[in-house]
Each structure stands twice: as C-alpha cells, then as structure tokens.
C-alpha cells in the first residue's frame, strides 16, 4: 500500500508538468485553433535558459525564471507572428508543419548556442526528502505540486476575473460573436501565445527540477506528452488540460511501477487511444473540436472544389497542376536509369532514398490526397515493412518476390488495424489518433526485444536476390537503386488504378465533403479503408527497400518525426499529386546533401525552406505552372476591366 501512495504521488507530480504543458496547447488551440508543435521546444528553450543564467550567467534561481520567463514570451510571440499572422492565408495544415518546422530550428538553435549533450539542472532539493510516517516523499515532488496548484489558482483567477481572461473566454467560445460584441480577437490571440510562452518557461523549470538534467533533444517527447495530456482532457477544455495531465502522469506511474518502465510511454499514448476512440472530445471537452475542420474528411486539407467558396468555410482552393500519371511513371523512370547507370556510388545511393521516401509518400498522397484523412503515424507503418523484410530475410533467407509478397500482405493487415479505431472520428482526431498509432508503434519496436531486439536493431540483411534468376542478385553497382526505382514504380502503377472509374470520383468526393457523400449514397467506409490498405502498402514497400538498402534497421529509423517528414514531403510537391510526392521526396532527400558543407546549420535550413514553401507555395511544386496561368489570367482580366471570376 506504502509503494501504491508513492506511485501515485510520484504520478502527481510528472503529471503536474504534463498539465502545464498541456494548458499551453488547450490555450493556443482553444483560441487560435492552431496545434502548436513547437510547445514542447518552448519547455526545452524556458529550461535551457534558466540553466544558462545560474550556471554561466552567475544569476539566483529566481532571477533565471524570470529570464527564462521573458525569453518563452519573445519565442511565443514569434511563433504566433509567423504560423499564424504570417502564413494565416496558406493552407489549413500550414500552422502544424510550420510550428513542427519551428520546433526543429528552436531545437537546432539550443545545440548551437550551448551543447548538444545534456546538461545538469540546478535543483537545490534534489536529495532533500519528506516523512510522513512509513511513507517517503522527496522534497522535489511536493514543490512541483505546489506550484503547479499555486499557478493553476492564479491562472484562474486571471481568466475568470480580468478583462483579458474574459476576452480569452469568450474569443474561445466564438470569436465571430465575441467581434459583434465589441471584442479584439487579435489582442487575444497575442496573449494566449504569450501566455503558451510563460507556460512553457514554468514546464521548463519542473521539466529540470524533476529529471534534474535536459537536452536539447527533449522538447518533442515532452510535447508530445503534453499535447495527449490536453486530449484526454479535452484539449477546448483548461480544466480538461489540467486532468488529462494528472491522469496521464499517475497512469504512466503505475504502469510504470507495476508493469515496466519500458511500457510506461505505451500506457501513455494507449490511453489516449482509448479516450480518442470513445470519447472524442476528452473527459472534460465537448464535441465542438469535431467541427473544427467542418464536414470535410479530415478538414486539415484545403478542398479543390471551386464551388466550396460558397460553403461557408474558410477553405483554401488548391492549385496543384494536374500532371498526367504517363509523364509521372516516364519521367520517374529516366531518373531512375540515370542514378542506377550514370551517377557515381554516393549520389546513386542519395536517389535511393529518394525513391524508398517517395514510395512511402506516395501512401499518404492516397490516404491524405485522395481522401482528406491526414496521417502521421505512416512511420509506424514504413517500420513494420522494414521489420518484416529484416526478419524474413536473415532468418528464412526468402528471395525477393516472397518478401515482396509479405510486406504487402501485412502492410495490408497493418493498414486495416490502423483504420479500426479511425472510421468513427473526423476533423482534427484523425491526425492525433494516427499519431498515438504512430508513437505505439515505434515503442512496440524500442521495446519488443525478443522480436526486434530492441535498440540494438537487426543487421546483417542481404541484399534481394531473385527467384526468376536462379537465387542471383542483381551484379552491377546500381543495383540496389535499380530496385528502388523498381518498386518506386509499382507503387505509381497502383496508384494509378486507384485513380480510375468510380473509385477516384468517390475518393474526390469523401474529400470534399464527406456528408455530401453520405447523402449521395457514397458510404466512406469501404473507401477509407482501402486508402489506409494502400496507404500502409506503399509505406511496408518504402520500409523493405530501407531495409535492403541500410542492411539494418532500428526502431530509432522510424520516429514519429519521419511522419511529419513524409507529410512534409507530398506537402512539398503536392498533397493531390503522386508527382508530387515523387518530386517533394527527392528534393527533401536531396536538400540536406547539398547542404553537408554546412551540417551544423542544415535543420535551419531546412526548416526555413520548409516555412517559405508553405508560404508561397502551399499547394506544393507543382503549383508552379497553375500559379503563372493564374497571374497571367488575372493581368489579363484586369486590362480588360473584367474582375477576376466574373463572366
């Protein structure tokens, strides 16, 4: 019983830091409907800096809070300038990839400015402990307790009784009413951003305080954390946030205790499955989150229907250039040949990736593109195709059209599991619980030792040889690119029939507007199905030939960033393109090679570029050319004195 209270106050505690970090999503979102990766970076920075002021600045722990406190506000307020002011034209998903982006150069900037190896926190309490009787509290749980019930009593009394805390509340409630009324949304937007910054100094602090060292690379997993504590709270619900939290950290406690640490992390991200599937507004928040994105599939993807300016909704009509699926498979075909014959060893094998990136994009071109479900748990699905071809391959020694022939089999049973606890939900808690899926599945990996043996990963995969050839490999230098491009190939050729007859169309118009679909007759079911089927396929193809070409693979291969970089992918090129996800994939890939003389700077870099192509262009590369007969159209128009649209 002594062990169950220490358990449970210990969850406490953690839990206390998970519901601060979890009121910072809940505020961001609750007011400017923007989930705000970049929060658990703002933990990471508010931390770093408090570190920075007492062990080099010379400064007291509470001098460095208020440092560190100035500093969150400052990056808050200029996350809110950019994701939000900045980009507030661009696509309904630009705000994620963007904080995401930002998240990556805030993380990249701390590795620089200080060291990329964790550090000592200062935590003066840190060997102190407290007696009650047979029961032993240390001193440090108690003041993260404390504090976080000392803020959250201050927190609401600020929202209850200042001017600015009934702004927040009401621009919260309906920002259109609260504007009739005579309320400044924007002045509300401004200060739930820096309040997400003084939220994210204080996390930082118990963050430290509690694990008593930080690093650098810290800030996702705790946002990640953070943000499941707002949804299974109710991420439009503070208080929510501040239970979902609670439960969150004694959930994980006891599982931690009594099954594992090593499970822990799965307790986690399996509950908020579980309170995604049934109850999808939280335990504390209402339904009003599932109409977020409006009747649309996801709601996070723009429509490319015309006739949706006169939906109502705040929509982005896309431009992506259609690009015949000929000129796709032929122009993939010739670079194909060219890295496979002519490019020396290094720049043969960067193409390879490319083309295993793209097979897996193309995957969330069908799922994402064709149907509007937004996804960010593929990497899940790249791993379990990577796995399985490691397995088969250096245990049964299989030639390559029977691991081909097994990947697809259980990508397909892998696709269909993903889609059970998905079918029922809609608008913003498809991507979340495709990114619990996602997160599961990498732990499954860390931690199945038996079967992946864990960290260590499984090497020692041979490269494919072939049973139309005798039990032979391929013999000349790019053949394992060859091969890529191979399966490249395939992938664009189902793809292709995907986009034929009936099929397309209803894709097109569960996109669109999903009870539009219903009221025609177009049951979604059996469609979103067969693009999670696909979708998984496409990625188990990607994860194989990452298998082959690496000869080893490890659960740290497919983190939960490599779903954004996937989404980040047929972004790129196109979310409605597979030429698209084609293009986007080897740019992406190729980008950070071009960049090798400046490694140090290249997630910078890359998430500047990132920033600017969601700006000018959000319907991806191959917007191009639609973009310039745009322009074109218009100065046309305007010579002619006809506005644009107008007959």
Not at 1 to 15: C, S, T
Not at 42 to 60: C, D, E, I, R
Not at 96 to 103: E, I, N, V
Not at 208 to 223: H, N, V
Request: charged share 10%; glycine share 14%.
């Amino acid at each position: 019983m002594i062990v169950l209270i220490e358990q449970f106050i210990n969850g406490l505690a953690i839990g206390s830091v998970y519901a601060i970090v979890a009121l910072g999503f809940a505020l961001v979102f609750g007011v400017a409907k923007v989930v705000n990766f970049a929060q658990g970076s703002q933990v990471m920075v508010g931390a770093y800096l408090v570190w920075a002021s007492t062990a080099l600045w010379g400064l007291p722990l509470w001098a460095a809070f208020v440092v560190a406190l100035v500093g969150s506000v400052l990056i808050a307020l200029l996350i809110d300038l950019i994701a939000v002011e900045w980009l507030g034209d661009s696509a309904e998903i630009a705000p994620l990839l963007s904080t995401l982006a930002l998240s990556f150069m805030l993380d990249q900037g701390v590795r620089l400015i200080w060291s990329p190896d964790p550090v000592a926190f200062p935590n003066p309490f840190a060997d102190v402990s407290l007696q009650w009787g047979p029961l032993y509290v240390g001193a440090t749980d108690v003041i993260i307790l404390g504090v976080t019930v000392i803020f959250m009593a201050l927190f609401s009394l600020l929202l209850k009784f200042s001017w600015l805390g009934r702004s927040i509340r009401a621009a919260a409630q309906d920002p259109v009413a609260a504007q009739q009324m005579g309320v400044h949304t924007g002045p509300a937007k401004l200060a739930v951003f820096a309040l997400s910054g003084a939220l994210g100094a204080l996390g930082g602090v118990l963050v430290g305080m509690y694990f008593q060292q930080i690093d650098p690379a810290m800030g996702l997993p705790f946002g990640l954390k953070g943000f499941a504590a707002a949804m299974v709270g109710g991420v439009v619900s503070l208080p929510g946030a501040v239970l979902g939290g609670l439960v969150l950290g004694v959930f994980e406690s006891l599982a931690g205790g009594y099954i594992g640490s090593a499970w822990r992390d799965i307790g986690a991200f399996s509950l908020l499955l579980l309170v995604l599937v049934l109850r999808p507004q939280g335990l504390l928040g209402s339904r009003a989150l599932q109409g977020l994105g409006g009747s649309r599939g996801a709601g996070a993807i723009p429509t490319t229907s015309p006739l949706a300016d006169n939906s109502g909704f705040p929509v982005t009509v896309m431009g992506t250039r259609h690009i015949p699926m000929g000129w796709t498979i032929g122009l993939t075909l010739a670079i194909g040949l060219i890295a496979s014959f002519q490019m020396d060893g290094y720049w043969s094998g960067v193409f390879a990736q490319g083309a295993i990136f793209a097979t897996a994009a193309l995957g969330l071109t069908v799922l994402t593109g064709f149907t509007g479900y937004v996804s960010v748990g593929n990497s899940a699905l790249m791993g379990i195709g990577a796995y399985v071809c490691a397995l088969i391959t250096t245990k049964l020694g299989w030639p390559f059209e029977m691991v081909l022939l097994s990947v697809i089999v259980i990508g397909a049973m892998a696709g269909l599991l993903f889609a059970y606890p998905i079918l029922k939900l809609s608008g913003h808690m498809v991507a979340l619980a495709t990114l619990a899926l996602g997160q599961i599945g990498y732990l499954v990996m860390l931690n199945a030792i038996p079967i992946t043996r864990g960290p260590m990963g499984i090497g020692g995969i041979a490269e494919p040889h072939f049973a139309l050839l005798g039990g032979r490999s391929l013999d000349f230098p790019g053949a394992i690119t060859a091969i890529c491009f191979g399966v490249l190939l395939l992938a664009l050729f189902l793809v292709h029939l995907l986009q034929r007859g009936h099929l397309s169309l209803n894709f097109r118009l569960i996109r669109e507007d999903r009870l539009a679909a219903d009221a025609y007759g177009v049951h979604a079911t059996p469609y979103v199905v067969i693009a999670f089927i696909m979708s998984s396929i496409m990625a188990g193809l990607g994860g194989m030939m990452f298998a082959y070409q690496q000869s080893y693979v490890s659960p740290d291969s497919f983190l939960i960033l490599f779903s954004f970089l996937l989404l980040t992918m047929v972004l790129a090129g196109g979310i409605v393109s597979p030429f698209g996800a084609v293009a986007g994939s080897i740019v992406l890939i190729a980008l950070p090679e071009l960049l090798r003389g400046h490694a140090e700077y290249r997630e910078l870099i890359y998430g500047a570029i990132l920033i600017l192509i969601i700006k000018f262009l959000p319907s991806g590369l191959t917007s191009l050319s639609f973009g310039r007969a745009r322009a074109l159209a218009g100065a046309s128009q305007a010579k002619r004195g006809t506005p644009q649209g107008k007959p």
